[in-house]
């Protein structure tokens, strides 16, 4: 057994990370050793980071040191070692990993494709992160796309998809923040394809992403966070993937009487996140994807919305070679540079960082 590399996050100061080296532990039965082999880095981990104690991101992978916690991220390992009976040694696994060299799990069969880790720690963790498909099969030219894009354009489904759900909110106009994030972008690229839309999709950016955001083609009218104050006063719906607390108090003041819904996404702009904020109008409601996960698996069966997703995700996917350019970094001591841009909202949107251990 080799010794394990991870890179650890302070958790009451999340652009402070370190490199350790710790043991590696011995297998004991029904569990698997997996060699990370490649991830993605996107403001998506930084979300996870912000909101670690709060949605118990930090559970997911302990690491016994008070105040160092490791970000999830998703991507792609391989089984190296295994005293389970449904994993083998050589076997990939897509899923979400902790910010390190390996993970060990405790794995029982998810259907015909997948496992789920029922790691005592993780057993009430929310399902949808626990489970790991066999990616074997698949091309390994996919791995960088499915990283980068998979968990943020199922969010980005889901948001759509509850949003029809809820029949739109009634709104006018669905103002979609941080429509440069991967997120947002999957967003609008949902909402501006849906037939006989009753809604503008509006995009909100920073000035430095609003050429790119309007490159993109996803969105009827494009404002910059610092005009928010021109916003139409009708009715609206917000869909918050920055989290900066200023610009959501001056949103609501701007459609003080006709924003019908806010939701709360991502944090993004964690260092601007002010929960205690007062709002005038609705008060901001937190979307939790594996919520809309479980309502449409009770709703439509089994698989439909995995199927849904996956062909979402696609769609997104094919077209992101026109605007995404794939940037890879060499080791966990590398993963620290597009993580520290990241969380300081210095990162390109343009470019896709992924992570080769």
């Known amino acids: 057994m080799s010794d394990v590399t991870q890179v650890l996050t302070r958790t009451d100061k999340i652009t402070e990370q370190k490199l350790v080296t710790v043991p590696s532990t011995a297998l004991c039965d029904g569990q698997a050793r997996l060699r990370i082999k490649q991830f993605a880095l996107t403001a998506n981990n930084v979300t996870y980071a912000a909101s670690g104690f709060a ?44 910010l390190a ?50 968990p943020l354009i199922a969010t980005s489904y889901l948001l759509y998809d509850w949003l029809m759900d809820n029949n739109w909110f009634e709104a006018k106009q669905i103002i979609v923040g941080s429509a440069s994030s991967k997120t947002g972008l999957g967003l609008t690229a949902f909402l ?103 309502k449409r698996k009770n709703e439509w069966g089994k698989g439909v919305i995995d199927r849904k997703i996956s062909e979402a995700t696609q769609m997104i996917v094919q077209d992101a070679a026109r605007w995404l350019t794939l940037e890879t970094h060499q080791g966990l001591e590398a993963a620290m540079t597009p993580y520290a841009a990241l969380a300081s909202g210095t990162a390109n949107p343009k470019i896709g960082h992924v992570v080769e251990v």
């Open 55 to 98: 949605i118990g991101y930090w559970k997911f992978f302990p690491t016994g040191q008070k105040d160092w916690g490791l970000v999830p991220v998703w991507g792609f390992a391989e089984v190296v070692e295994s005293k389970s009976d449904v994993v083998s040694v050589g076997e990939r696994f897509y899923g979400f990993y902790p």
């Open 101 to 150: 060299s390996e993970l060990v799990m405790q794995p029982v069969a998810h259907g015909s494709n997948a496992v789920r880790d029922v790691a005592p720690h993780r057993v009430d963790l929310p399902t949808v992160y626990n489970i790991y498909s066999r990616a074997s099969s698949a091309p390994k030219s996919s791995d960088p796309y499915q990283a980068l894009m998979q």
């Open 192 to 294: 501006s394809k849906h037939t006989d839309k009753p809604f503008n999709v509006v995009g909100l950016t920073g000035k430095g992403n609003a050429e790119f955001v309007e490159e993109l083609g996803f969105c009827d009218q494009i404002v910059s966070y610092d005009a928010v104050e021109t916003l139409d006063q009708v009715a609206s719906v917000y869909v918050d993937m920055a989290g900066n607390g200023d610009v959501k108090k001056r949103l609501h003041e701007r459609l003080d009487g006709n924003l019908k819904h806010s939701s709360a996404v991502g944090i993004s702009h964690w260092d601007q996140f002010a929960p205690q904020v007062k709002v005038a109008g609705p008060k901001p409601e937190f979307f939790f994807a594996p919520s809309q996960i479980e």
